[in-house]
C-alpha cells in the first residue's frame, strides 16, 4: 500500500527558503508513472495547489506560486522535494504531498495524500 | 484559473437526514471527447489529511459508503450525503482538474444538528 510522509522543518524564518521532504514507500517511483503534487492548507482555511512532477522530472507549477517554487524527485531515494523561496507569514500552511490518481496525466485528482507537516512562518 | 464556489458554507443536519452540499465552477469543467466531468469530492475531518470521495463527478472512490453520490455536469455539482451519520462530520471540499492551476473549493462544513 502506498503511503507517502513528508518532513522538514517546522519553523522556518522570514525571507528564508522552505526545504521539505516527502518520502514514498509501498511503491518505487521507477515503477510508479503517475505525476506527484504538493498542496498546502493555511490554519483553518482551504486547499491550494502548489505544483506537479511526473516521475520523470517534468513540473507544472501554480502560476501564484511558480517564481518561488521548485519540485524535484529523486528516483534513488523514491523522494520529491519542495523549495519555496522568500518565504513570508502568508506560507505558513499544512503540507501535503499526494499522488495524481491516474497514470500519465497531470488533470487528475489526488490520492492518496500524505499526513501533511506544518510549517511556520516566523522570525 | 478556474474559480470553485461552494454552497452553503455550512451546514446542520440531523443524524439520517439528507445533506447537499453545492460546487459550482466558473467555467465548463466537462470534457467532450471522453464525455468526463473534471470535478472530484474530498471529505476533510479535523485534524487529519483530505480523503478522495468521488472522481469524475459521479464515481465514488473504492470502499466510499454508497450513501455518497456525486452528481452534476458542466458548471454545477453536487455531492449528497443520503442519510447522515455521526462520522460524516467533516468538511467537504471540490476540485477541478480540467484546466492548471488545479483549484478547490472554498470547502463546506457539515455538522451534526
Known amino acids: 500500500q502506498l503511503q507517502l510522509q513528508e518532513s522538514g522543518p517546522g519553523l522556518v524564518k522570514p525571507s528564508e527558503t522552505l526545504s521539505l521532504t516527502c518520502s514514498v514507500s509501498?511503491?518505487?517511483?521507477?515503477?510508479?508513472?503517475?505525476?506527484w503534487a504538493w498542496i498546502r492548507q493555511p490554519p483553518g482555511k482551504g486547499l491550494e495547489w502548489i505544483g506537479s512532477?511526473?516521475?520523470?522530472?517534468?513540473?507544472s507549477y501554480n502560476p501564484s506560486l511558480k517564481s518561488r517554487v521548485t519540485i524535484s524527485v529523486d528516483r534513488s531515494k523514491n523522494q520529491l522535494s519542495l523549495k519555496l523561496t522568500s518565504v513570508t507569514a502568508a506560507d505558513t500552511a499544512v503540507y501535503y504531498c499526494?499522488?495524481?490518481?491516474?497514470?500519465?496525466?497531470?488533470?487528475?485528482?489526488?490520492?492518496?495524500w500524505g499526513h501533511g507537516t506544518l510549517v511556520t512562518v516566523s522570525a | 484559473d478556474i474559480v470553485m464556489t461552494q454552497s452553503p458554507d455550512s451546514l446542520a443536519v440531523s443524524l439520517g437526514e439528507r445533506a447537499t452540499i453545492n460546487c459550482k465552477s466558473s467555467?465548463?469543467?466537462?470534457?467532450?471527447?471522453?464525455?468526463?466531468?473534471?470535478l472530484a469530492w474530498y471529505q476533510q475531518k479535523p485534524g487529519q489529511r483530505p480523503k478522495l470521495l468521488i472522481y469524475?463527478?459521479?464515481t465514488r472512490e473504492s470502499g466510499v459508503p454508497d450513501r455518497f453520490s456525486g452528481s452534476g455536469s458542466g458548471t454545477d455539482f453536487t455531492l449528497t450525503i443520503s442519510s447522515l451519520q455521526a462520522e460524516d462530520v467533516a468538511v467537504y471540499y471540490c476540485?477541478?482538474?480540467?484546466?492548471?492551476?488545479?483549484?478547490f473549493g472554498g470547502g463546506t462544513k457539515v455538522e451534526i444538528k
Open positions: 509501498g511503491g518505487s517511483f521507477n515503477n510508479i508513472t503517475h505525476y
Open positions: 467555467q465548463s469543467v466537462f470534457f467532450s471527447s471522453n464525455n468526463k466531468n473534471y
Open positions: 476540485q477541478q482538474h480540467y484546466s492548471i492551476p488545479i483549484t
Open positions: 469524475w463527478a459521479s
Open positions: 499526494a499522488r495524481h490518481g491516474t497514470i500519465g496525466t497531470l488533470y487528475d485528482w489526488f490520492d492518496p
Open positions: 512532477i511526473y516521475y520523470s522530472g517534468s513540473t
